[in-house]
């Protein structure tokens, strides 16, 4: 090329530059516009996708829970894919969503179709992630790191997200109706172990793999956070409230169970461990649930308190697993038990309620407090006295005669049981759940807007209340061994 021809091209490149380069990138585009504005979705659920084409800043909202649009907004002066997932239409009615898009001038309604199928939702398999939010104190770690004594098979090491996965799956297996044999976790197989038939919540629960933000965790389903104090009140925790630290550190519940491991400021009293607390669920005006409370609302965070359930970390340590009824087994049972809690379900024997909302075992009645009338009651005081008898001379007195005592429960209706119920504690096999158990816990799962997952009903704008939830706490504490 000659110098003079380079020239012309650059005087020619300028004068393309003038004349489109001055003002910002051309744009066609004017005011709002989606794609298409209605759909019909399959009832197993679909995912959709529509372009939105905006002079303006919007917004993506909607209040209908089978609805999830994979972005909240987008900016000015572009065209967007959203996608708009619809997940399987549970109930018996066709029904009918929209998602709102909007700016400052203007909004457009996308309306979504979805006929109802024959989708049993007894068989839906629900899926909840689990998020563990590990407290822990760094001293307090490195000390019993210090005292292991492998020769004694004393090994304790910081809970990771293998040890959770481990733990889940034996839930799981609970959960599933197929729990893993008593010789096969060390120990014996009490003669009526396989009375008591074993049934299939069809729940599962998974470590979260996102963050609420979307992020990819890694490590799975765990999120340490160090504390100054050795040990917290676990109150501090459930109770904390929006703004407050533990609050913040919580998942939306709408999406997540949020589980805080953490040694427990001693509790209890002299000779007692609380290993769990739990809240429990709420009903719905239109859908009540016996003996919960009500609540009508979907939100992510209730402000006035961190719903979620506490594990006391403590029984994770080898040297306290030994003072506990099934010693290294406790985690799983512990874990399993507290999330029955969540998923609505009352402990076995006789409670009362105080004007807190919390439960409490401190009852000589024989009353029936879990609203299932298949899983017998017993009365808890005579269980403990019982208890602390046998267990007087020290853990390794006990005979096999003495065990199958301690895995017995006399009931309110005079009749002696073995306990295999994972809303009993102490010494119990507590693998299995009763048929009103499982109705119930699909009751919470169909209907309560603070347990993930489908719902068969949504929202009802005409009761929603005002007022802050009113949580019931459910406290587990054991007899430890001397
Ligand atoms: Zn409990």
Not at 58 to 74: C, D, I, V, Y
Not at 268 to 293: C, K, R, S
Not at 315 to 342: C, K, S, Y
Not at 401 to 409: K, V
Request: hydrophobic share 35%; charged share 25%; aromatic share 10%.
């Amino acid at each position: 090329m000659t110098l003079r021809r380079l020239s012309f091209s650059l005087l020619l490149f300028s004068l393309i530059l003038l004349v489109f380069g001055r003002c910002t990138p051309p744009t066609n585009i004017e005011g709002l516009t989606v794609s298409a504005s209605e759909y019909t979705s399959s009832q197993n659920g679909d995912t959709l996708k529509v372009i939105i084409s905006s002079n303006e800043d919007w917004k993506a909202t909607t209040n209908f829970s089978w609805l999830r649009p994979n972005m909240e907004q987008g900016i000015a002066n572009g065209r967007v894919k959203l996608t708009i997932k619809v997940l399987p239409n549970l109930t018996d009615k066709d029904r009918e969503g929209t998602v709102d898009i909007t700016t400052e001038s203007s909004s457009v309604s996308i309306k979504i179709l979805q006929q109802h199928g024959d989708v049993d939702a007894a068989k839906y398999q629900y899926n909840i992630p689990v998020i563990f939010h590990v407290l822990y104190n760094k001293e307090y770690e490195d000390e019993l790191i210090a005292a292991n004594k492998p020769a004694e098979g004393i090994e304790y090491f910081p809970l990771n997200s293998s040890a959770l996965q481990e733990i889940i799956e034996e839930i799981n297996k609970i959960y599933e109706g197929m729990p893993m044999e008593p010789q096969e976790w060390g120990f014996f197989r009490h003669p009526a172990y396989g009375q008591r038939p074993f049934r299939n919540l069809n729940v599962k629960f998974s470590l979260a793999t996102k963050d609420p933000s979307g992020k990819t965790l890694n490590p799975i389903g765990i999120v340490r956070h160090e504390i100054e104090g050795r040990e917290i009140d676990p109150t501090l925790v459930m109770q904390d409230k929006k703004g407050g630290t533990y609050h913040e550190m919580a998942y939306p519940v709408t999406e997540y169970v949020n589980v805080f491991v953490f040694p427990f400021a001693s509790q209890g009293g002299d000779g007692y461990i609380t290993l769990g607390i739990a809240h429990l669920p709420y009903g719905t005006t239109e859908n009540p649930i016996q003996g919960l409370n009500t609540l009508d609302k979907r939100i992510d965070k209730f402000d006035n308190y961190n719903h979620c359930a506490v594990i006391n970390a403590k029984v994770f340590e080898p040297r306290m697993q030994r003072r506990l009824p099934l010693q290294d087994r406790a985690p799983i049972n512990t874990i399993a038990h507290e999330l029955g809690h969540i998923l609505g379900l009352y402990h076995v024997f006789s409670e009362k309620r105080d004007d807190s909302g919390a439960l409490t075992n401190e009852t000589d009645t024989c009353e029936d407090t879990d609203y299932c009338s298949d899983t017998p009651s017993y009365n808890r005081y005579r269980y403990e006295d019982n208890y602390k008898i046998i267990i007087g001379s020290g853990r390794d007195a006990l005979t096999r005669e003495q065990m199958i005592s301690l895995l017995n429960r006399f009931t309110c209706a005079q009749q002696n049981l073995l306990s295999t119920n994972v809303m009993d504690y102490d010494w119990t096999y507590g693998d299995r759940f009763e048929a009103q158990q499982k109705e119930r816990v699909r009751q919470v799962l169909y209907y309560s807007f603070c347990v993930p997952g489908l719902k068969l009903a949504e929202p009802s704008a005409t009761t929603r209340s005002t007022q802050d939830p009113v949580p019931i706490v459910s406290s587990c504490s054991t007899v430890l061994l001397k």
